[in-house]
């Protein structure tokens, strides 16, 4: 399974951006896929995830109610729509895919993307 994560950049706080992931090989529309950051300085950290029917979305406290995951199983492509961004939104977001997903949580082998930098300006 290969992702490749796009869509970061510099926007004000306040703003918007609009990120993407792009899952291709082996049963690429099948598992769950999961974003994460890590900001300067500090270690990575669970964003949100998404199981394969779209069905069941988890998000982290600090991102409840701005950003919102979502997924294309026909292209297949997971995005994360973040609005309201802070100043502390900014890091390397990171999507990453498994197999399946148990309380909100990846399981077995994990493949990630290379991270998409975000910068949030106040």
């Known amino acids: 399974v290969q992702l490749q994560a796009s869509g970061g950049g510099l926007v004000q706080a306040g703003g918007s951006l609009r990120l993407s992931c792009e899952v291709s090989g082996r049963s690429a529309s099948s598992g769950a896929v999961g974003w994460f950051r890590q900001a300067p300085g500090k270690e990575r950290e669970f964003v949100t995830v998404i199981n394969w029917r779209g069905s069941s979305r988890y998000y982290a406290d600090s991102v409840k109610g701005r950003f919102t995951i979502s997924r294309d199983n026909t292209k297949p492509t997971v995005y994360l729509q973040m609005n309201s961004l802070k100043p502390e939104d900014t890091a390397i977001y990171y999507c990453?895919?498994?197999?399946?997903?148990?309380?909100?949580?990846?399981?077995?082998?994990?493949?990630w993307g290379q991270g998409t930098l975000v910068t949030v300006s106040s």
């Open positions: 990453a895919a498994s197999a399946s997903l148990r309380a909100g949580v990846l399981q077995g082998e994990i493949y």
